[in-house]
């Protein structure tokens, strides 16, 4: 199999495991605890990755490499994809997918607040600007029955900035020169903080294994499996062997991907906003990205 081929595998293994993450989450937590289900989905991961790397004898994570695992965790997977979890008890999954890739814009914002940090550009600007309106295209009331929940729009809202914050700080946190370590230690630290925060919630009172769904269980795995596990390593390999604008268009595929998926499988409507409010927030992060890659 020529180098070009596996690249493309990669990259459409990407497109589709993590646009598909949005569907797994919808479906898991239908009949099991977002926090809970979540914690469990990145503990086994994180410790099948994190054992994968003892056994080809990678390096040995120190003190520093847990502690700055566990905040880049607490921001990135409790405060990011926990949100985003928890809120598709709410809102349908095509919408926390669109949401969440708003994500570009806010690193951009709150990058550039940092000191000596270099300015966004006028194109990036105006591709921010529009990002922000078609979020207001997808949350503006259009009637009765129209309002999408704003609980779960803040939820997805607050979840985005979070997890730019953990990506920038991850930027200068003390990591294992291995990727897969790196994140595997993230996975393990996140998934103990979901327990420990499922935990507070009282969630485990909500558990009654009776009425757990095969579709639930099929979901985490999904989730477990290719979302935290094939996915990630498609991503990893990807990046040594592609062009880094090729890998960068995941950013606004995988919303497509969630849209499609979330139509065809879970019968999420695809309104004339939300279609309008697609276009416009994928166009903003095309905008972003091209300059920022220039």
């Not at 595998?9 to 495991?17: G, P, S």
């Not at 099991?32 to 086994?44: D, I, K, N, Q, S």
């Not at 940090?117 to 922000?132: D, H, K, Q, Y």
């Not at 979302?227 to 268009?249: E, F, M, Q, R």
């Amino acid at each position: 199999m020529s180098n070009r081929i596996k690249v493309l595998a990669a990259l459409l293994a990407v497109y589709v495991f993590w646009g598909g993450t949005y569907l797994g989450i919808r479906f898991a937590v239908e009949t099991l605890p977002p926090f809970l289900m979540a914690g469990v989905r990145f503990l086994t991961a994180g410790l099948a990755v994190f054992s994968y790397c003892l056994v080809k004898g990678k390096e040995r994570p120190t003190r520093a490499h847990w502690r700055d695992a566990g905040i880049v965790a607490a921001l990135l997977l409790l405060g990011g994809n926990g949100l985003v979890t928890w809120s598709e008890q709410r809102v349908p999954s095509s919408i926390a997918a669109l949401l969440v890739a708003t994500v570009p814009l806010w690193m951009i914002l709150l990058g550039s607040m940092a000191k000596d940090a270099p300015r966004p550009s006028r194109v990036t600007l105006a591709g921010i600007l529009l990002g922000f309106a078609g979020i207001v295209v997808l949350v503006a009331p259009t009637g009765a029955g129209g309002r999408l929940d704003l609980l779960g729009i803040g939820a997805l809202l607050v979840a985005s900035c979070l997890w730019s914050l953990g990506s920038l700080y991850s930027r200068r946190a003390r990591v294992p020169a291995s990727p897969l370590l790196s994140v595997s230690l993230q996975m393990i630290a996140g998934g103990a903080l979901m327990l420990l925060a499922g935990t507070l919630f009282g969630e485990w009172a909500r558990v009654d294994v009776a009425r757990i769904s095969a579709r639930s269980l099929w979901g985490m795995g999904y989730l477990v499996l290719f979302g935290s596990i094939l996915a990630y390593n498609c991503y990893i390999w990807v990046l040594k062997h592609a062009d880094p604008v090729w890998v960068s268009t995941y950013a606004f595929v995988n919303p497509l991907v969630a849209v499609f998926l979330g139509w065809l499988l879970a019968n999420e409507q695809l309104t004339t906003r939300s279609v309008w409010a697609t276009a416009i927030i994928l166009l903003a992060v095309v905008i972003i990205t091209v300059d920022k890659k220039r």
